[in-house]
């Protein structure tokens, strides 16, 4: 099994064989979560000299929550409403290629130097995006980059807005 060191750059350099990669490997489902894991601590950590405990602990577990929410989006719409004939794919190739594409993420670890976190979490943000737009390109076995990108955007709003709808949702609990 190759390192997760090597795969979490491979992966952040766009390399589509990495992508190939670990969509076969199902061994490597352990690394795609450890790499989310580790994105989603660096946001936490990032956002722990802002807010505090409640930063590290709400960062860490919005980011984890966003990216499986994102992932089960981005499956289901490149799978059901934009499959193009050669798209053949299951749930773990879609979490494990995702999974990698999260590894720009740890650098928003950067984000505790003062004044840089606002640049650290928009430049990860675009990085992890692109990442991703790679990484669903090559588990749905799309020709091109253009639907790739189409699913993942409208991945990324849908579940912006169920976000959103969970924050509403929760704080009208509050007294």
Same mark, same amino acid.
């Given at each position: 099994? *190759?390192?997760? +060191?090597d795969r979490m750059i491979r992966a952040a350099k766009f390399d589509t064989t990495l992508y190939e990669e670990v969509e076969a490997d199902r061994d490597a489902t352990?690394? *795609?979560?450890?790499?989310v894991i580790l994105s989603s601590l660096a946001m936490g950590l =990032? =956002?722990? =000299?802002?807010?505090?405990l409640m930063g590290l602990i709400g960062g860490t577990l919005v980011a984890l929550l966003g990216w499986f929410i994102w992932a089960l989006l981005t499956?289901?719409?490149? +799978?059901?409403l934009l499959p193009e004939p050669q798209t053949q794919t299951d749930l773990?190739?879609?979490? !494990? +290629? +995702?999974?990698? %594409?999260? %590894?720009?993420?740890?650098?928003?670890?950067?984000g505790i130097i003062p004044g840089l976190w606002v640049f650290v979490t928009f430049a990860t943000g675009v990085w992890m995006l692109a990442a991703m737009v790679i990484a669903v390109r090559q588990a749905l076995d799309y020709r091109g980059t253009g639907r790739a990108l189409g699913v993942c955007v409208l991945g990324w709003l849908l579940q912006w807005v169920f976000v959103l709808f969970l924050y509403?949702? =929760? !704080? %009208?609990?509050?007294p």
């Open positions: 099994m *190759a390192s997760l +060191t352990g690394q *795609a979560m450890s790499v =990032s =956002s722990l =000299s802002r807010v505090g499956y289901w719409i490149g +799978t059901r773990g190739q879609m979490l !494990r +290629t +995702t999974g990698f %594409s999260s %590894s720009p993420g740890v650098l928003r670890i950067l509403g949702y =929760s !704080r %009208s609990f509050q």
